[in-house]
């Protein structure tokens, strides 16, 4: 059996093979109360500020090529992801990017992968092309550019949660772009199954916290066998 370094990963990689929707809307509905149990009110004040963020921005048409990022919005979403993960000495690093640095990266970021109105394909070029914009900003690695890539287009990128990490990523948990084009992919097929409105985002976040309720005794996800994903992950590392 898998050893997971993060508490419930368990529990997040059995959802991640039960295809009954039901029991994914059933945990995602949990999602506030562990966002609430994580980070108390500020958590949630900042859940709700992304939210508006993320609609500020799904009003952009196909037109719209001024889209961006502002360094106040940056600052909150990497705020949101602290407060939902674990703090980095990164804030010093952060904030010496300029308001121009953030805007323009941002940009060319958005317009790579278009607006959330655009339905079409998005190819792995543009998946990582989207992030390396991103990532010229000082501070901000791959997970933090997840965080803002899926307040942006939520139908497309998923965050790089811990639990996340080492639910769909076979190997070591890292935070290259490698690793998180493996497990957006997988966030990906995910929500094509599930259907009904499922995004790479909100497949993530179901995972995440199907880990925080199974770690705190409230395992809710039907016990499956994991022998399956256990040779499938010994497959995938070589082992």
């Known amino acids: 059996m898998p050893t997971f370094s993060r508490p419930g990963v368990e529990a997040a990689v059995r959802l991640s093979k039960i295809t009954d929707v039901v029991v994914w809307n059933k945990i995602e509905g949990k999602c506030k109360n562990m966002l609430e149990l994580k980070g108390g009110d500020k958590l949630l004040e900042l859940e709700i500020c992304c939210d508006k963020i993320s609609r500020k921005w799904s009003t952009a048409n196909a037109d719209d090529s001024d889209i961006f990022c502002t360094l106040g919005e940056l600052e909150t979403i990497i705020e949101w992801k602290f407060s939902k993960g674990k703090p980095r000495p990164l804030w010093k690093q952060i904030r010496s990017n300029s308001e ?10 958005f317009a790579i992968v278009g607006c959330r109105n655009d339905r079409r394909q998005l190819d792995v070029k543009k998946t990582r092309g989207a992030m390396n914009e991103i990532t010229v900003l000082k501070g901000i690695g791959p997970a933090s550019a997840s965080a803002m890539l899926s307040l942006f287009r939520p139908d497309h990128f998923a965050f790089m949660d811990d639990e996340v990490i080492e639910c769909l990523h076979p190997g070591k948990r890292a935070y290259s772009l490698k690793v998180y084009m493996d497990i957006n992919s997988r966030c990906q097929e995910l929500a094509e199954n599930l ?26 996800i039907p016990n499956i066998s994991l022998n399956d994903i256990d040779s499938e992950k010994d497959e995938e590392i070589g082992v």
């Open 100 to 109: 121009q640095d953030v805007q323009e990266a941002s940009k060319r970021a």
């Open 195 to 220: 259907g009904e409105d499922w995004t790479p985002r909100r497949v993530g976040f179901a995972l995440w916290t199907a880990a925080k309720l199974s770690a705190c005794g409230d395992d809710l």
